[in-house]
């Protein structure tokens, strides 16, 4: 039932701005959640037509109560978005004038107990967004050895403790199979000290590491950001809300590659192989946040960064760096 997956969409307002629906065009929300963007953009351009894709079934069947009143001109796909290519081209759709994606975790899918992303109450070590398929959180951490399992605390979770919470995750690995349990062991690997001063619980990074690994993220994100540029027509926007430093980078160095084109007078930068105008332009400078209306409503959106940037109909030929190439530096 939609009740049971209620979730404020961050940044709406901004949203709609910049990726701007118009009538007679195409959308496709990669990360369909509950539908409120997607409502909202059909709302917008009532002649508009939306592809919904979420890999969470109970995301969809919310989607689907949504976006009821909308009719045929919103069709929902179960799927990944990082699957859009395959996912158009079995819709017969080569191209399309906007896409969306609002990165991680959703509200009902924290605050469900059964789903294991939140340590607020007692639940399985699950965190799969979609429950149907993969291995569980409890299933990465009796697989990944200790210094697996610290790389991936360290490298997603950003959290300086890792080794020593992998240390004693992997102690405990036997008698640790609820949310409450895991959060008891991190926790007794961080410093009293460090406790009291920090205004997250001890296990927040933790567990976001987790998640992260279980639905693999940031690989999803990669191959998106390689792929997206052939799925918009030119005038498309992209825009992509992300909530974690790991992805607003790789969002943010992505569209700048997208945006960069060769010192070298055109025919020559084309005889070099360079790319002589850009593929996508900046729509936002910088990063949108969100406003302190929306934050005093909803505190969970103090996280969120937008990003959007427009194709052009310059051909997607590799720039300086390898084509598709997500600079670290």
Not at 66 to 85: E, K, N, S
Not at 127 to 145: I, K, N, V, W, Y
Not at 213 to 242: K, M, T, Y
Request: aromatic content about 6%; some cysteine; proline content about 7%.
């Amino acid at each position: 039932m939609r009740s049971d997956f209620v979730h404020a969409s961050v940044l709406a307002r901004e949203v709609i701005a910049e990726l701007s629906p118009q009538n007679d065009k195409v959308y496709v929300d990669g990360t369909l959640g509950g539908a409120g963007h997607a409502s909202l953009v059909l709302a917008h351009a009532p002649g508009a037509r939306l592809i919904g894709i979420d890999r969470d079934p109970t995301a969809l069947a919310a989607s689907r109560e949504a976006l009821t009143p909308f009719g045929d001109r919103a069709q929902i796909v179960h799927g990944d978005y990082d699957q859009m290519p395959e996912i158009l081209a079995g819709l017969g759709i080569a191209r399309v004038d906007g896409i969306l994606l609002d990165l991680g975790v959703s509200s009902p899918q924290l605050d469900v107990a059964e789903r294991g992303f939140s340590f607020a109450r007692p639940g399985p070590l699950d965190m799969r967004m979609d429950p149907t398929q993969g291995p569980t959180a409890h299933d990465l951490l009796r697989e990944l050895s200790e210094p697996a399992l610290a790389d991936v605390i360290f490298t997603y979770g950003e959290e300086r403790y890792s080794k020593k919470i992998a240390r004693l995750i992997k102690a405990a690995i036997d008698r640790v199979h609820t949310t409450t349990e895991l959060a008891a062991v991190i926790a007794q690997a961080i410093p009293v000290a460090e406790q009291r001063k920090s205004k997250i619980h001890p296990a927040t990074r933790t567990f976001q590491a987790l998640r992260i690994a279980v639905n693999r993220e940031l690989e999803q994100l990669e191959r998106f950001l390689a792929a997206f540029p052939d799925l918009l027509a030119p005038g498309g926007r992209c825009a992509i809300i992300s909530f974690h430093s790991l992805e607003d980078r790789l969002v943010k160095l992505r569209f700048r590659d997208l945006a960069w084109t060769s010192s070298l007078p055109p025919a020559f930068a084309a005889r070099e192989g360079e790319r002589a105008f850009a593929v996508c332009e900046p729509v936002t400078r910088k990063a949108v946040v969100a406003a302190d209306d929306e934050l005093a409503a909803n505190p969970r959106a103090r996280s969120a960064r937008l990003r959007v940037c427009e194709r052009t109909a310059a051909p997607n030929v590799p720039s300086g760096a390898p084509a598709g190439a997500i600079r670290r530096d």
